[in-house]
């Protein structure tokens, strides 16, 4: 069976550093921080206050008094880049698409936990009478973004949510390529978003000695790769990106960002929430990436990695490039957008796909920011692209993404050639 070959058509983004694409990718090559102090909730008691928060967000904005009260903050985020998306990619207005052949395959880590964390205060706090929101279990459900963004446009085909901690966006990637190019679906509206900067989303990843706790500056705590990191900042918001099959493309005039060229999955099979020492799963990944594209190490020219600023995961994934990728590590351009908008858990996968597809495009590398000291335990010799951006050829750009349970997900974009 010939398969079908997928490009990109659309882009949406509402992000820490701009709230759609262009600023979005205005932001990163100009090495904006997204971290400033948290205003979502009163952070008085808890050991980190602050995270990259979307700035200057009203849900107003975007929709009715009905429909702000309906949606979680995580699934209006997933609504406003889809909205983007779509539009960019004249799927609204096309007359001879088949809806029914347009799915939603749609990730979020976590889901609505502001409605969850909310609503289980709400009943604590009175006399153990269960009075629950008739929203409560529709707006909580980490599903339910997928199912609006579906209802709003009318697009019957496959549809669902993919759950896999910081892998989610990528794996729902993954899954879109894959039904397009076996013939299952014309066109997909993917990625993910996230909104999990609240009382228990900091105070739970505090518990865990996850995240930064570097109040005094919080624009420089994001520091993948450098020697004073002390974990990662909680970031929000979300990323769409719309898949197409290139004939379909094609005949109805849209615009061509560049080519899904490969997806590589696996499992660390080693800890909960550490990766494998020797970064085996990150290895296995890019290597099926790689496989799956057709190409070989000495093709790759960028690679976005998960970069998280914390201690253990940012000696981990620079020892497994240089083990899959041998000399030519040292010709790639490596970068960490996470240093700009902090981790979006089950949103990064696609914001950060959308960085590489626009490196690609324009074939300009973000930097990796907040680069102050060198780890004697990360090999000094890699281009981390650090501080500033740099300009360079592009032709094939891969992203990896992974998460607690030891998910492993790395996708590759390459220049469209028709």
């Not at 997204?34 to 602050?50: L, P, Q, R, V």
């Not at 903050?73 to 004249?90: K, L």
């Not at 909960?272 to 790689?290: F, R, V």
């Not at 253990?312 to 957008?337: C, M, Q, R, W």
Request: proline share 3%; with cysteine.
């Amino acid at each position: 069976m010939e398969l079908k070959r997928v490009v990109i058509t659309g882009l949406g983004a509402i992000t820490p550093i701009g709230k759609n694409v262009n600023d979005y990718w205005a932001a990163l090559l100009a090495g904006v921080s997204g971290a400033a102090s948290i205003t979502n909730f009163d952070t008085e008691k808890f050991k980190t206050k602050f995270a990259c928060e979307v700035k200057d967000f009203d849900a107003r904005e975007y929709f009715d008094r009905k429909e702000v009260r309906k949606h979680d903050r995580y699934a209006q985020f997933g609504i406003i880049a889809s909205d983007e998306a779509i539009a960019d990619s004249g799927l609204d207005t096309a007359k001879s698409i088949d809806h029914d052949r347009i799915g939603v395959i749609w990730a979020s880590g976590i889901g609505g936990l502001n409605t969850f964390h909310q609503s289980v205060k709400e009943y604590t706090m009175g006399d153990g009478t269960p009075r629950f929101n008739p929203f409560f279990i529709p707006k909580m459900i980490a599903d339910i973004a997928a199912g609006h963004i579906s209802i709003k446009y009318g697009f019957r085909g496959p549809n669902f949510a993919t759950v896999s901690a910081c892998a989610s966006s990528a794996n729902a990637l993954s899954d879109a390529f894959n039904y397009i190019r076996l013939g299952k679906a014309d066109a997909f509206i993917t990625g993910g978003s996230e909104a999990a900067i609240t009382e228990s989303g900091v105070g739970g990843f505090n518990a865990m000695h996850a995240i930064s706790t570097r109040n005094d500056d919080p624009s420089t705590a994001s520091r993948p790769f450098d020697k004073d990191r002390d974990g990662f900042v909680m970031g929000e918001g979300g990323g769409c990106i719309i898949f197409e099959e290139l004939e379909h493309a094609i005949a109805r005039g849209a615009k061509i960002y560049a080519e899904v060229a490969g997806a590589g999955l696996s499992g660390d099979a080693y800890h909960m929430t550490s990766p494998h020492p020797d970064g085996y799963g990150a290895q296995l990944c890019m290597k099926a990436a790689i496989e799956d594209a057709g190409i070989t190490i000495e093709d790759i020219d960028h690679i976005n990695t998960h970069g998280t600023s914390t201690p253990v995961g940012d000696i981990v994934e620079p020892k497994a490039i240089v083990t899959l990728f041998g000399e030519h590590a040292y010709n790639i351009n490596i970068n960490s957008t996470k240093s700009m908008t902090g981790h979006l858990l089950g949103g990064a996968g696609a914001v950060e796909a959308i960085s590489t597809i626009m490196s690609v495009v324009n074939d300009m590398i973000p930097p990796t920011i907040n680069h102050f000291t060198d780890d004697p335990e990360i090999d000094d010799k890699l281009n981390f692209t650090f501080n500033n951006a740099q300009q360079r050829v592009v032709n094939y750009g891969l992203t990896n993404t992974f998460g607690f349970g030891g998910h492993n997900a790395s996708l590759i974009f390459k220049k469209f050639i028709k």
